[in-house]
């Protein structure tokens, strides 16, 4: 979650795999692409409708869709996997990843209060 980056700028927006959507955990990513996709129609279509009526695209830009996808159950499964990789970086390498990952994802739910950082990266 750490490595999300902006997600709009004029004329384009990041969806799906490209900014890293996947849940990394469960290795799945097409529901989070589909949801991310959905979220960017529904940013992107009072824009080219209502607001504007020439439907001109050139330069859009709709920094609703990252208020949108951070209000969305997207970013909330996200939340909860944002230590999975990061935990890997750690003294006892894939064991301790595995230990952390046991603990506080599948118990705790990435209910933890702390955001781990990725190390070297
Ligand atoms: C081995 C593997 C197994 C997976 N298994 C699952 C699973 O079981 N369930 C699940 O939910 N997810 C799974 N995923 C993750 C899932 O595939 C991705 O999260 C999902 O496909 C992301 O969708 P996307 O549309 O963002 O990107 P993509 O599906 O990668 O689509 C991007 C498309 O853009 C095209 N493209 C790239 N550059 C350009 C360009 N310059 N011009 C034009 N086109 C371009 C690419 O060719 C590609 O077709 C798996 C991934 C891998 C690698």
């Given at each position: 979650m750490d490595s999300i980056p902006k997600l709009t700028f004029?004329?384009?927006?990041?969806?799906?795999?490209?900014?890293?959507?996947?849940?990394?955990p469960k290795i799945k990513g097409t529901h989070t692409a589909m949801k991310?996709?959905?979220?960017?129609?529904?940013?992107i279509f009072p824009k080219i409708t209502a607001e504007n009526p020439e439907s001109e695209t050139l330069g859009l830009h709709?920094?609703?869709y990252a208020e949108n996808l951070k209000n969305s159950w997207v970013w909330k499964e996200l939340y909860a996997?944002?230590?999975?990789?990061?935990?890997?970086?750690?003294y006892f390498g894939l064991y301790g990843?595995?230990?952390?990952?046991?603990?506080?994802y599948?118990?705790?739910?990435?209910?933890?209060?702390?955001t781990l950082k990725h190390a070297g990266e």
């Open positions: 004029p004329g384009g927006l990041l969806m799906g795999c490209s900014p890293g959507f996947m849940n990394v991310s996709g959905m979220l960017a129609a529904e940013a709709v920094p609703e996997v944002r230590n999975i990789r990061p935990s890997f970086h750690n990843g595995m230990v952390y990952t046991g603990i506080f599948w118990i705790c739910r990435g209910k933890e209060p702390w």
